[in-house]
């Protein structure tokens, strides 16, 4: 197709795709004035979202951003990050949302590997945002929320001197609209390209599952906005026309939590399970079922006492439960109502537009209750890791989005998770992959060798723990390797404790027996 500069005809031809700026102008033309956002105090109209992102847009195209290029968002929840994740699709650029976890080495990692142009920090991770700056080649603007950091723009400086003139950017289904980094079993972190189509896609699958989202809905965004849980639940409610409260990404108050969700008079939210039981104890609990209408948990397991609970607290309130990953959108399956307690265990049934298969390693098709890899394709399949021909490749290979989850299926088609197959750790619903923590720890000089393994936490279901193999003749202690992983990792992804070994334990084929481990090691869990 022949694409043309005439702005009509542009606007004409994004109409016409299913392509995520269109969320926000199409509810601004519908109701204006209507609340879109909502974060401690402030808020955004549809209107004013719509015009600061297009300013946003404009800034951005100022500074030399084109059709493809790569902007980094280093903030914590804020109405900014919203405006920072539209702003870069208007200008026809991909943002690449950064954890703000992260230590400063794995902030310039993904900064160099995603080969970004230019920053969109606040004043929080102002330092960080500034250092990456200055050290990672190609980057070649920051624009702060806040006080700038020397080398930094102002940003509200920046939108107020840009044009608010839609700059009718010719955006198609396939274009990247969230590179969204993921840790893998390679130790280092991967951008999972998400286009616009899956995003679009997730979005209706999201509102078709979990039902009730109208003009009138209201969700309160718990999860943080640089995960991909965290997008996919604002985008519904933006869709729709209704209203999303974003929650600050400071440590979790139940007391404050509940204040909020009455105010605002939510319908729809998300918590962990750990945070579903800190809420559902507090006194104040049951006003909730008041005006919630569905409490989705998710990230890590739930134990049956937490779900009880939640049936018996949240009378009348639907609990769902979504289970998935990054790159899928995230969501595959989910178990819904009754089942929540009648399938305790499962994480449901897949979700529409979501083909799933259970399949051994020559891509067959296992028996009804037998164990398999659960595999995916469908709309919310990710177009592939950035930059990465052979993690894409292995990912997709057989034509089938490999998960490395190993599951089974009951008669009734309810899924079950046995195993993480690349022994990804879930921590309080932090995703910390074994081989990122054994790098670190391989950088140690008195670290021969080493395995992490993922034990049972009294408070965040599952922790890091490692196994270490001193080198010949080292001296090392536990606190020392746990103070050297705090300083090249985020803190979630340290080890709680270490362990040492003369040698670990193998198979055969020299791999090592990670079951063994965890087994031998359950119960050195720190409170």
Same mark, same amino acid.
């Given at each position: 197709m022949t694409r043309t500069l005439d702005p009509n005809l542009v606007a004409l031809e994004r109409s016409r795709r299913l392509v995520l700026p269109e969320? $926000?102008?199409?509810?601004?033309?519908?109701h204006p004035d209507k609340t879109a956002l909502v974060f401690q105090g402030e808020s955004r109209s549809y209107a004013e979202l719509d015009e600061r992102t297009t300013?946003?847009?404009?800034?951005? *195209?100022?500074?030399?951003v084109r059709r493809g290029d790569n902007v980094a968002v280093l903030m914590l929840n804020r109405l900014e990050f919203v405006e920072a994740f539209f702003g870069c699709h208007k200008a026809g650029a991909t943002p690449v949302p950064v954890n703000f976890r992260l230590v400063q080495d794995e902030v310039d990692y993904i900064l160099?590997?995603?080969?970004? $142009?230019?920053?969109?920090?606040?004043?929080?991770?102002?330092?960080?945002a500034a250092a990456a700056a200055e050290s990672v080649d190609g980057v070649r603007f920051h624009l702060a929320v806040g006080a700038p950091p020397q080398g930094a723009e102002h940003y509200e400086?920046?939108?107020?001197? *840009?044009?608010?003139?839609?700059? @009718?950017?010719?955006?198609?289904?396939?274009?990247?609209? @969230?590179?969204?980094?993921?840790?893998g079993t390679t130790g280092r972190p991967k951008g999972a390209m998400l286009t616009h189509q899956n995003l679009f896609a997730q979005t209706v699958n999201w509102t078709h599952e979990v039902g009730g989202v109208s003009e009138e809905a209201v969700w309160r965004a718990g999860a943080p906005l640089f995960h991909i849980a965290g997008v996919a639940g604002i985008l519904p409610f933006l869709w729709l026309g209704g209203t999303a409260v974003i929650a600050p990404a400071t440590e979790? !108050?139940?007391?404050? *939590?509940? &204040? &909020?969700?009455?105010?605002?008079?939510?319908?729809?939210?998300?918590?962990? +399970?750990?945070?579903w039981d800190i809420v559902c104890r507090h006194p104040e609990a049951p006003s909730l079922a008041s005006t919630l209408r569905v409490a989705i948990w998710g990230a890590s397991p739930a134990t049956r006492a937490t779900l009880e609970l939640m049936a018996d607290v949240l009378r009348g309130v639907d609990?769902?439960?979504?289970?998935?990953?990054?790159?899928?959108? +995230?969501?595959?399956?989910?178990?819904?109502?009754? !089942?929540a307690v009648r399938k305790m265990g499962s994480v449901g049934l897949p979700s529409i537009n979501v083909d799933v298969r259970i399949v051994d390693e020559e891509m067959q098709d296992v028996p009804s209750g037998e164990v398999g890899e659960i595999v995916y394709r469908g709309p919310t399949v990710m177009k592939g890791y950035f930059d990465n021909e052979e993690a894409t490749g292995e990912a997709f290979?057989?034509?089938?989005?490999?998960?490395?989850?190993?599951?089974?299926?009951? *008669?009734?088609?309810?899924?079950?998770?046995? !195993?993480?197959?690349?022994?990804?750790?879930i921590s309080g619903g932090e995703n910390v992959y074994p081989a990122e923590v054994e790098t670190a720890l391989l950088s140690h000089e008195a670290v021969a060798d080493v395995a992490v393994v993922g034990i049972p936490h009294p408070k965040w279901v &599952?922790? +890091?723990?490692? $196994? $270490?193999?001193?080198a010949p003749g080292a001296e090392v202690t536990e606190d020392e390797l746990i103070d050297h992983c705090r300083a090249h990792l985020a803190g979630y992804k340290k080890p709680s404790g270490v362990a040492f070994m003369d040698q670990l334990p193998r198979n055969a084929g020299g791999k090592v027996l990670k079951r063994r481990l965890r087994e031998a090691y359950a119960e050195r869990s720190s409170a």
């Amino acid at each position: 197709m022949t694409r043309t500069l005439d702005p009509n005809l542009v606007a004409l031809e994004r109409s016409r795709r299913l392509v995520l700026p269109e969320f $926000v102008s199409r509810s601004a033309r519908r109701h204006p004035d209507k609340t879109a956002l909502v974060f401690q105090g402030e808020s955004r109209s549809y209107a004013e979202l719509d015009e600061r992102t297009t300013r946003l847009a404009n800034a951005l *195209a100022e500074r030399g951003v084109r059709r493809g290029d790569n902007v980094a968002v280093l903030m914590l929840n804020r109405l900014e990050f919203v405006e920072a994740f539209f702003g870069c699709h208007k200008a026809g650029a991909t943002p690449v949302p950064v954890n703000f976890r992260l230590v400063q080495d794995e902030v310039d990692y993904i900064l160099a590997n995603s080969g970004a $142009v230019g920053v969109l920090a606040d004043e929080d991770l102002g330092g960080r945002a500034a250092a990456a700056a200055e050290s990672v080649d190609g980057v070649r603007f920051h624009l702060a929320v806040g006080a700038p950091p020397q080398g930094a723009e102002h940003y509200e400086d920046a939108l107020a001197a *840009a044009s608010p003139e839609d700059p @009718a950017m010719d955006l198609d289904d396939d274009d990247v609209a @969230a590179l969204m980094y993921t840790s893998g079993t390679t130790g280092r972190p991967k951008g999972a390209m998400l286009t616009h189509q899956n995003l679009f896609a997730q979005t209706v699958n999201w509102t078709h599952e979990v039902g009730g989202v109208s003009e009138e809905a209201v969700w309160r965004a718990g999860a943080p906005l640089f995960h991909i849980a965290g997008v996919a639940g604002i985008l519904p409610f933006l869709w729709l026309g209704g209203t999303a409260v974003i929650a600050p990404a400071t440590e979790f !108050d139940a007391a404050a *939590a509940i &204040e &909020e969700l009455r105010r605002h008079r939510v319908t729809h939210t998300f918590f962990v +399970p750990t945070q579903w039981d800190i809420v559902c104890r507090h006194p104040e609990a049951p006003s909730l079922a008041s005006t919630l209408r569905v409490a989705i948990w998710g990230a890590s397991p739930a134990t049956r006492a937490t779900l009880e609970l939640m049936a018996d607290v949240l009378r009348g309130v639907d609990v769902v439960s979504n289970f998935g990953q990054t790159e899928m959108c +995230p969501s595959t399956t989910w178990l819904k109502g009754a !089942d929540a307690v009648r399938k305790m265990g499962s994480v449901g049934l897949p979700s529409i537009n979501v083909d799933v298969r259970i399949v051994d390693e020559e891509m067959q098709d296992v028996p009804s209750g037998e164990v398999g890899e659960i595999v995916y394709r469908g709309p919310t399949v990710m177009k592939g890791y950035f930059d990465n021909e052979e993690a894409t490749g292995e990912a997709f290979a057989g034509g089938w989005f490999h998960s490395g989850d190993l599951v089974r299926q009951d *008669a009734d088609g309810y899924i079950y998770v046995v !195993d993480r197959k690349k022994d990804m750790i879930i921590s309080g619903g932090e995703n910390v992959y074994p081989a990122e923590v054994e790098t670190a720890l391989l950088s140690h000089e008195a670290v021969a060798d080493v395995a992490v393994v993922g034990i049972p936490h009294p408070k965040w279901v &599952e922790t +890091p723990f490692a $196994v $270490v193999v001193r080198a010949p003749g080292a001296e090392v202690t536990e606190d020392e390797l746990i103070d050297h992983c705090r300083a090249h990792l985020a803190g979630y992804k340290k080890p709680s404790g270490v362990a040492f070994m003369d040698q670990l334990p193998r198979n055969a084929g020299g791999k090592v027996l990670k079951r063994r481990l965890r087994e031998a090691y359950a119960e050195r869990s720190s409170a």
